[in-house]
């Protein structure tokens, strides 16, 4: 059975970085294409990046393009996010998530994604 375990969140002040972790155990992490998502309070789970099974391309959401950074190590079973920059906006519970199928079309789509973490919170005070 495929785990997913985030790590790193914290609390930062505006314009401070962090960098989550996510580690995939029970199957190789090679399998799949990794996302990162997160849920800001009341508001719905939206997509932040994902990367494909061997880092070849990588997609963001508009609003964490050029401050946000998705990598991945295959050997260790990791998938990181460099976050930098950092808003108040950037606020919330953010997901790692993985799934084996990939199209251009379900890049973004948290339905798309077969297996979560609990989540990690990071919280970006003024």
């Known amino acids: 059975q495929v785990q997913v375990v985030e790590s790193g969140g914290g609390l930062v002040q505006a314009g401070g970085s962090l960098r989550l972790s996510c580690e995939v155990s029970g199957r190789t992490i090679e399998r799949y294409v990794m996302g990162w998502f997160r849920q800001a309070p009341g508001k719905e789970r939206e997509f932040v990046a994902a990367?494909?099974?061997?880092?070849?391309?990588?997609y963001y959401a508009d609003s964490v393009k050029g401050r946000f950074t998705i990598s991945r190590d295959n050997a260790k079973n990791l998938v990181d996010l460099q976050m930098t920059s950092l808003k108040p906006e950037d606020t919330g519970i953010y997901y790692c998530?993985?799934?084996?199928?990939?199209?251009?079309?379900?890049?973004?789509?948290?339905?798309?994604?077969?297996?979560w973490g609990q989540g990690t919170q990071v919280t970006v005070s003024w």
């Open positions: 998530a993985a799934r084996t199928t990939w199209t251009e079309a379900t890049a973004r789509l948290a339905t798309a994604f077969d297996h």
């Open positions: 990367i494909t099974w061997s880092g070849f391309r990588s």
